[in-house]
């Protein structure tokens, strides 16, 4: 039986006068690639943020890996590759690609020591793993999105990390990078066995890709196969009438707002 590594049991998220996730039961299966989806506001942040253990529930539980702790600097963080929404990045901004990535070993190290040469190799070999060791000393200014997108993902794997949590990875990239960025998520769960949770606008895109799809909107709409939650019915409680159904792609109105 596969381990439950991420398991949320009516667990409510929020500030005392805001619920932004309310009563979300859900888990989380060591090795499965889990797509996270809903409008915008719909709570998709605040699961990262939770998982990431910068949120305790204000009711209900989550457990991640064996602990329910509230500690922010107990041991299951570094466990967690984070990829955060793509900022800009100041083209001038003197750092190189492998000091970017050397800073995923900062939780494995504690601040204050010196990297050694193996946190340098797996520095190397995360980047290898993302195709971007020959740019190591590029100035990361000077690459492209979808290059920068990948020295992110390798700062994240130098983590050595169980799990990778990624935020919204394919916004604000072109849609060719876009689908490379995405083969690389494939190939990296593929091949390291990693536990992936991918919140996205772009449902579409990662269809064929994840194992599970889960749709929220402040509450859990539903958790399953792509098939499953993709359907008419279930997406209209939480898109109404945003929600354009062609024959081969759904197309959700709001977005559109926002990235174009």
Do not use: W
Not at 150 to 163: E, G, K, N, S, Y
């Amino acid at each position: 039986m596969a381990k439950t590594i991420i398991r949320f049991d009516h667990a409510t998220f929020g500030f005392s006068d805001v619920i932004a996730l309310q009563d979300i039961s859900l888990e989380i299966t060591e090795g499965e690639f889990v797509g996270v989806i809903g409008p915008n506001g719909s709570g998709k942040t605040t699961l990262c943020r939770a998982v990431l253990g910068l949120m305790p529930p204000l009711g209900g539980s989550l457990q991640i890996f064996d602990c329910a702790c509230e500690e922010l600097r107990c041991h299951h963080r570094a466990r967690i590759g984070y990829l955060p929404q793509k900022g800009v990045l100041d083209k001038n901004f003197p750092i190189t690609v492998l000091e970017t990535v050397m800073m995923g070993r900062y939780g494995a190290l504690g601040l204050f020591n010196r990297p050694s040469k193996r946190d340098r190799d797996i520095a190397l070999e995360a980047l290898s793993h993302v195709g971007m060791e020959d740019r190591r000393n590029t100035a990361l200014g000077h690459l492209s999105g979808g290059q920068q997108q990948r020295v992110f993902i390798a700062r994240a794997l130098a983590q050595q990390p169980d799990v990778l949590l990624l935020d919204e990875p394919t916004t604000g990239i072109d849609i060719t990078t876009q689908h490379s960025v995405l083969d690389l998520i494939r190939h990296l769960h593929r091949d390291l066995k990693l536990t992936i949770l991918l919140i996205t606008h772009d449902i579409n895109m990662i269809r064929s890709s994840v194992d599970r799809l889960v749709l929220l909107k402040t509450r859990l709409y539903a958790a399953g196969p792509p098939e499953e939650v993709l359907r008419p019915d279930v997406l209209r409680q939480v898109y109404g009438k945003d929600l354009v159904i062609t024959e081969r792609d759904l197309i959700i109105v709001e977005d559109y707002h926002h990235h174009h």
